[in-house]
């Protein structure tokens, strides 16, 4: 059983810093981390009264907004660097540690 299944370039090598890894900036971390809230959040105080009149506990609204909202953002954007990457929407060389480890680790 192969011990990496990753083609050479797939990843940097994580063992060395290469230069081709940039570190977000704080205001970007800032952005990554907040934006998704915001948008479930509002998604989610903007549907809830519905869910609820027609029956349904309000926590289904959240899961809507997930589904529906958080998920396909999520995806894009780690598909758009793809993008940039590869010149196709690919998650490889953005997505790393795509190899298993063993059972008993």
Excluded at 19 to 44: D, T
Excluded at 73 to 79: A, K, Q
Aim: charged share 15%.
């Amino acid at each position: 059983m192969p011990e990496n299944r990753l083609r050479r370039g797939d990843c940097a090598d994580l063992t060395n810093q290469d230069a081709s890894i940039e570190q977000h900036s704080l205001i970007q971390s800032v952005i990554l981390q907040i934006f998704p809230g915001i948008l479930i959040g509002g998604i989610y105080f903007a549907t809830s009264p519905l869910v609820r009149q027609m029956g349904y506990p309000s926590i289904m609204a959240l899961v809507c907004a997930v589904i529906v909202i958080l998920i396909p953002v999520e995806l894009g954007y780690v598909l758009s660097h793809g993008k940039e990457k590869n010149g196709r929407f690919s998650l490889r060389g953005v997505v790393c540690y795509l190899v298993p480890k063993p059972f008993w680790q």
